[in-house]
């Protein structure tokens, strides 16, 4: 396993850099000038412009900005948000909790309903359930997520009055944050309306973010089943007598979640990275949001450590879901 993760780690330091590279080159594509924004609409004085260049360590050329960035950032060291002066680590996981509890409810979305909607669909194999799951997996899976979106806000806010459209939670209820989980807090602090609010402004957000999880997680464990409901143990089990219901849970879906495993971990990196147009639709106040609006502001050391944090969490993610997916199936664990 020490060899495993050698190999994993040889292949996200290269990985990050040249994420770090990409971030940095494109965003000084963006149009708009940072030292600009800083001083105003009238600009400032050349010589207050020179200053605030000075400041933001923009005077210097671009390959010792990059270098300084990188040999900053090995440290633990992003810098500063030039339009707060707070860590930009600080204000990324003060901010974090929020994309968290979003991702999370969006992947138990696309579990609870995908696997089960899956498993219906092999088993009834070229029906019309079947066809229909896969046609609104395949449907779900096409869809815009801002178009999405604003469907779904239309119908159930606007004219249903339903749901909320943004936030996280009513106003009126100031919840203390302990894990930064309003759902968790809410039923820490024994609030239930609170926790209702926090849960009725989560439904729209999870719904759009996790259709696209959903509808791969249906499509993969419809694939998975159909494989497995052919091999020679399942027809054994079914041999012996043993009740179906027995064959399809202890024989046939605890083989077919294997694969899923690797599905599932990466449909929750891809949420945690594609929460940036849900997050801006709804304005949920999570990071994806917040990097939309460093962008805006042309905001280089909150874009590029952003950009850090978040491909550095989606590799780890990758990387424990391989070590999982080891420990689950012994041919890996044989080939490894």
């Not at 779900?140 to 943004?166: D, E, K, R, Y």
């Not at 259709?211 to 464990?221: D, G, K, Q």
């Given at each position: ?98 994309t968290l509890e979003l991702g999370l409810c969006a992947i138990l979305f696309a579990v609870f309903i995908g696997i089960p909607a899956g498993v219906v669909a092999a088993m009834k194999h070229h029906s019309a359930f ?42 009126l209820y100031d919840i203390p944050s302990v894990s930064g989980l309003f759902l968790v807090d809410t039923l820490l602090q024994g609030n239930i309306e609170a926790f209702f609010s926090a849960l009725r402004h989560l439904l729209l957000p999870t719904v759009v973010i ?127």
């Amino acid at each position: 396993m020490g060899g495993f993760f050698l190999r994993q780690l040889s292949t996200a330091i290269p990985t990050l850099m040249g994420v770090s590279l990409l971030a940095f080159a494109l965003v000084r594509l963006v149009p708009g000038d940072p030292v600009l924004l800083m001083l105003g609409e009238r600009g400032g004085s050349e010589e207050q412009y020179a200053q605030m260049e000075k400041k933001l360590g923009l005077h210097l050329p671009l390959y010792r900005q990059y270098l300084g960035f990188i040999g900053n950032a090995a440290t633990g060291d992003l810098g500063k948000s030039t339009l707060t002066q707070r860590p930009v680590t600080e204000e990324f996981f003060s901010r974090f909790p929020a994309t968290l509890e979003l991702g999370l409810c969006a992947i138990l979305f696309a579990v609870f309903i995908g696997i089960p909607a899956g498993v219906v669909a092999a088993m009834k194999h070229h029906s019309a359930f079947d066809y229909t799951i896969m046609g609104l997996s395949l449907v779900g899976h096409s869809m815009p997520i801002f178009w999405w979106a604003l469907i779904l806000i239309i119908a159930f806010s606007v004219n249903l009055g339903l749901t909320p459209v943004s936030g996280r939670i009513h106003i009126l209820y100031d919840i203390p944050s302990v894990s930064g989980l309003f759902l968790v807090d809410t039923l820490l602090q024994g609030n239930i309306e609170a926790f209702f609010s926090a849960l009725r402004h989560l439904l729209l957000p999870t719904v759009v973010i996790g259709t696209i999880p959903l509808a791969v997680v249906a499509r993969m464990t419809r694939s998975s089943m159909l494989e497995v409901l052919h091999k020679d143990y399942v027809r054994t089990a079914r041999a012996k007598g043993l009740e179906e219901r027995n064959v399809l849970i202890f024989h046939a879906l605890r083989n077919a979640l294997i694969p899923l495993i690797t599905v599932i971990g990466l449909q929750f990196g891809s949420i945690i990275t594609g929460a940036i147009l849900t997050e801006t639709i709804f304005s949920w106040p999570g990071i994806g949001k917040w990097m939309v609006h460093s962008v805006e502001q042309r905001d280089y050391p909150v874009i590029q450590g952003g950009v850090l944090i978040i491909a550095s969490m989606v590799i780890f993610i990758n990387m424990a879901v391989d070590a999982i997916y080891a420990l689950v199936n012994p041919q890996m664990k044989r080939s490894r």
